[in-house]
């Protein structure tokens, strides 16, 4: 797109504008950045920041709503705990504080293409939205390697350093933050620690976004056998709707529907042909978001994509389950056992040191609760 122009608009303003074809960027720490899409997350409890500069506008949102402050992103919910904080602004940390109204108020949020993930909110820096999906894949891709399988990771969301960081943490046993900042002394004795052990290979390749398609996957596939001798055991897509269809061209007579089912389609292929598992992630649509409890029919853009998978399962969060630093995973549909088993359970979540673990069997109550009453982030 040539013709750019500079807009102030509000942010429920976005997804007219997407929904009309338009390019969008918005203003970031990171400079300009491209949105992804545009979620509707229903009506939740109001949190409002208020800086202390007459030139920045309050910030309303939920409780989950993630602020970048000078100890790291903080939720409005956890900002509402103390008497101020230091909140990055357009002008550098400003001092600010959370509210908790006793209102409702409803929801909306974006998805920006850059790897720190974050945007200005009324001048504000301000975090996606998200319930870990990279983080789940992250870990499972972890623990693959743990036990000895070769993993190839394709990312067209973060760059190749940010995925093999995450990974680099979980394995590492360390937070994300800090391993920038470790002396070669102690990154080499946990390297030595992890070498010890049954490791697989990782290779991660990075693809900008919607312009990578099987066809792209299987060249890289044969590259690797062929240069480096690498045979993956698993395959991670990171994520499926933002690839592209070798098939057809996005846009003109092709709708959503069509196109990412024929993106599922080939991966499913692919993923046959080269006798491997292959997984990826998608979003939920706009229902999915307020919906509590999350369904097939939630799945975004297509319904040819849960026909195509062979398991497919929902990561749920909750401000109940943030709390207590967990997630709730829900199977949606599975060919290889029945879907009522195990139907939800929940796991722990690490999210410094990019890690999953089993919580408590206490915690596996949940399962039998009735969900109706729940909220999704």
């Known amino acids: 797109m040539n013709n750019w122009s500079e807009k102030t608009i509000s942010i429920g303003e976005v997804q007219n504008l997407l929904d009309q074809g338009y390019e969008i960027e918005v203003d970031s720490p990171d400079g300009w950045v491209g949105v992804n899409f545009f979620v509707d997350k229903g009506m939740w409890d109001e949190y409002r920041l208020e800086i202390d500069d007459p030139y920045y506008k309050p910030v309303i949102c939920n409780a989950a709503h993630l602020f970048e402050t000078t100890v790291g992103w903080v939720s409005a919910k956890q900002l509402a705990q103390v008497e101020e904080a230091n909140i990055l602004t357009k002008d550098g940390y400003k001092k600010g504080r959370v509210s908790s109204t006793g209102n409702k108020t409803p929801i909306v949020d974006i998805n920006v293409e850059h790897e720190n993930h974050r945007y200005y909110t009324n001048g504000v820096s301000s975090h996606n939205t998200g319930v870990g999906k990279s983080l789940f894949m992250c870990h499972c891709a ?55 052990k049954s490791i697989g290979q990782l290779i991660v390749k990075e693809y900008p976004t919607g312009s990578a398609s099987a066809s792209h996957f299987r060249a890289l596939l044969n590259e690797l056998k062929i240069k480096k001798n690498f045979v993956p055991s698993i395959i991670y897509v990171d994520y499926l709707n933002i690839c592209a269809s070798s098939r057809m061209k996005a846009g ?126």
């Open 252 to 377: 003109g007579s092709i709708n959503s529907y069509t196109y990412v089912k024929a993106i599922a389609e080939e991966l499913r292929g692919l993923a046959v042909e080269a006798n491997v598992p292959l997984v990826s992630a998608t979003q939920t649509t706009r229902g999915g978001y307020g919906n509590s409890d999350v369904g097939l029919e939630d799945t975004s853009e297509s319904f040819g994509l849960p026909a195509t998978a062979d398991l497919m399962f929902a990561l749920i969060s909750t401000e109940e389950l943030e709390d207590m630093n967990q997630i709730m995973v829900k199977q949606l549909k599975n060919r290889y056992n029945d879907v009522g088993t195990y139907k939800r359970f929940v796991v722990g979540i690490d999210r410094p040191k990019m890690k999953l673990y089993d919580a408590e069997e206490s915690a596996q109550t949940l399962n039998n609760e009735d969900m109706s009453e729940w909220e999704i982030e």
């Open 142 to 196: 972890a623990a693959n390697i743990a036990q000895g399988n070769n993993v190839l990771y394709i990312t067209m969301e973060m760059s190749e350093e940010r995925i093999a960081e995450r990974i680099d943490a979980n394995l590492m046993n360390i937070d994300i933050s800090q391993l920038e900042n470790l002396n070669k002394d102690t990154f080499n004795s946990k390297i030595e620690r992890i070498s010890k």
